[in-house]
């Protein structure tokens, strides 16, 4: 049987929240900020770290202990 890895969440307990702005991932708006003040969902950010960036998807950076590698 082949498992599938389980999504880790990332604790964004700490993170600030703003006016809406777009999502640096999805482009919606977004209340929460990353660890580094741009507007992004949480559950964007999951899905980003699950998968690597690319030079056509840099967007996608990936994330470890709330803040961008």
Not at 8 to 13: H, P, Q, R
Not at 45 to 69: D, K, M, S, Y
């Amino acid at each position: 049987m082949n498992a599938k890895p389980t999504a880790v969440g990332l604790d964004w307990s700490r993170h600030k929240v703003g006016d809406p702005r777009p999502c640096r991932i999805c482009r919606r708006p977004a209340l929460m900020r990353d660890a580094n003040g741009i507007p992004c969902h949480k559950v964007c950010a999951e899905t980003a770290n699950e998968r690597p960036a690319t030079p056509t998807r840099p967007h996608l950076q990936l994330i470890e202990g709330g803040r961008t590698a």
